[in-house]
Each structure stands twice: as structure tokens, then as C-alpha cells.
């Protein structure tokens, strides 16, 4: 699929099992794109258990090209938080999505994105998966967050699991912390992606499924 962001045209792989019980845009995070493994995965899994997904490159080639050497893109979270809420609206009205509630699945700084997303769209955005996330970087905006929040942490990842606690209680909205024994801020550890997307599979399954 091709989503027009303001100027942008940004790639994603939409996938819709018949009757789908939600669906899930996914906001990946430093230095990746639609095509990262780990979101794969997850997808795949949330694809299993009858949810639509969305995995997009939130960067255009030339962007993705600027951050590589840069790193100016990938913590511009206003950026890419107004490109999750055009693609946002625009599942409202694909003929594939329109009526399921929506949620977002956002990695490292993705979830920082997806956070400020949330808080825009409480109409629209129905519950929130981090994995490995960034909460802080939506700032000021956590306190306006409604849709029911997952933050799922490696507890081999000490900082983000200390700027994941800290954000817990910033909240606006219903939020729970995971944390996953023996997991990385990469989850490459076996077995630690599957616990992963169970846990997403669980939140999503309790707040989109209509």
C-alpha cells in the first residue's frame, strides 16, 4: 500500500485476515522500517490470532538515507507521530479497515511516536503496545494518552526499563508494565519475541476485538 503523509508517500504492507477483529499499524523504530524482522514477527503472530496489520516505513528512501549517517530523523517524533495519524485516517477509510478500532504497536523511539499519536486521536486510536520503547519522548503528551497502554521491557535493558516505569505514572490512561525475564532491549533472546507478541496479542485482544 502507499499512504500520502503531507508530502510524503510512505510504503506499508497491509495484511487482512477475513473478518479481522481490529487492526494494528506499527511504528518501528531507530534505524528500521517495514521490513524489520522482530515487527515481522509480531505481526505475524497478531495476523494469527485475526488482526489485521500495517507495517510502514514512516521515513521516505531519502529520509531513511539522511538518518542512516545523521540520526536526524529517527528522534523527530512530531514528524513521525503526524505521519501515524494520516495513515490513521487513512484506515478509516480503506475498504479493508474502515470500522475496525485501531492500535498502535510501537518499538523504541516508534513508541514515543505512537504515544503522541494516541494523544491526538482519542477518538480513533483504541490501545497502545511499546516494545523496547521510548515513552518519554511524547513528553508532556503521556498525560493526555486514553487509549489503554502496554509497555512491554527486557529486564536486561535497565534504562529503558527505568524511563518505562517512570512513564507508567504519567499516563492518562489504563497502562501496565511488562517485563520480560532474561530479554534484551533487542528481544533476541530465545523465546523473547513470542512472549512478546503473546503479550500484544492479550492487550489487543481485550481492547480492539469488537
Do not use: K, Y
Not at 523504530?29 to 494469527?48: D, E, I, K, M, Y
Not at 523504541?108 to 518519554?136: H, K, M, Q, Y
Not at 504519567?170 to 533476541?188: D, I, K, M, T, Y
Amino acid at each position: 500500500m502507499r499512504v500520502l503523509a503531507g508530502p510524503a508517500v510512505l510504503d506499508g504492507d497491509l495484511a487482512t485476515p477475513a473478518a479481522a477483529q481490529g487492526v494494528v499499524l506499527f511504528a518501528h523504530g531507530s534505524g528500521s522500517g517495514r521490513h524489520s524482522p522482530r515487527n515481522r514477527q509480531v505481526a505475524a503472530t497478531l495476523g494469527g490470532a485475526g488482526f489485521a496489520t500495517l507495517l510502514l516505513d514512516l521515513l521516505t528512501l531519502e529520509e531513511e538515507a539522511a538518518d542512516r549517517t545523521s540520526g536526524c530523523f529517527r528522534f523527530d517524533v512530531e514528524l513521525l507521530a503526524g505521519r501515524l495519524l494520516a495513515t490513521t485516517d487513512w484506515l478509516t477509510t480503506e475498504q479493508h479497515t474502515a470500522g475496525l478500532l485501531i492500535g498502535l504497536f510501537g518499538a523504541s523511539t516508534g513508541a514515543g511516536a505512537a504515544l503522541l499519536a494516541a494523544a491526538e486521536r482519542p477518538e480513533r486510536i483504541a490501545a497502545v503496545v511499546s516494545r523496547g520503547g521510548r515513552p518519554d519522548l511524547a513528553g508532556p503528551a503521556l498525560s493526555r494518552v486514553r487509549a489503554p497502554t502496554l509497555l512491554i521491557v527486557g529486564a536486561l535493558d535497565p534504562q529503558v526499563l527505568e524511563l518505562n516505569r517512570a512513564a507508567l505514572g504519567r499516563l492518562g490512561s489504563e497502562a501496565s508494565l511488562e517485563v520480560v525475564p532474561g530479554a534484551s532491549h533487542l528481544f533476541e533472546e530465545p523465546g523473547a519475541l513470542e512472549q512478546v507478541a503473546e503479550l500484544a496479542v492479550g492487550w489487543f485482544t481485550r481492547w480492539l476485538a469488537t
